[in-house]
């Protein structure tokens, strides 16, 4: 059974970065398609950078030039690194993945992943 390890959150200020991580186990790593999410208190899950199977990224308008999603498949890890992160930028930041499926097109939707990692909180300061 797959599992996402989400860590690599904490308090940061405004202007600051981070970079986050998702391990995986339990299952081939290489074509699984990922996303990572996130959801402020009182908000809807909204996707932020997500990876198709063969490799096409997308990401939100609000965090592009921003945020870069990578993965390293010799480690089975989805990164996110957040630069010049705003207050509008914290939340619970999560993992997720459908091994289920090949998807050709990166998907920020939520409906499209079945399996969540436990999240990462990130806060930031003004």
């Known amino acids: 059974q797959v599992q996402l390890v989400e860590n690599g959150g904490g308090p940061v200020q405004t202007g600051g970065s981070l970079r986050l991580s998702c391990v995986v186990s339990?299952?081939?790593?290489?074509?699984?398609?990922m996303a990572w999410f996130r959801q402020a208190p009182g908000k809807q899950r909204e996707g932020v950078a997500a990876f198709a199977s063969g490799g096409l990224i997308d990401y939100a308008d609000s965090v592009k030039g921003r945020f870069t999603i990578s993965k390293d498949n010799t480690k089975n890890t989805l990164d996110l690194q957040m630069n010049n992160l705003t207050p509008e930028d914290a939340g619970m930041y999560y993992c997720?993945?459908?091994?289920?499926?090949?998807?050709?097109?990166?998907?920020?939707?939520?409906?499209?992943?079945?399996?969540w990692g436990q999240g990462t909180q990130v806060t930031v300061s003004s």
């Open positions: 339990g299952s081939s790593f290489k074509t699984l398609p």
């Open positions: 997720a993945t459908n091994p289920a499926v090949f998807r050709v097109a990166a998907s920020l939707r939520a409906a499209a992943y079945t399996i």
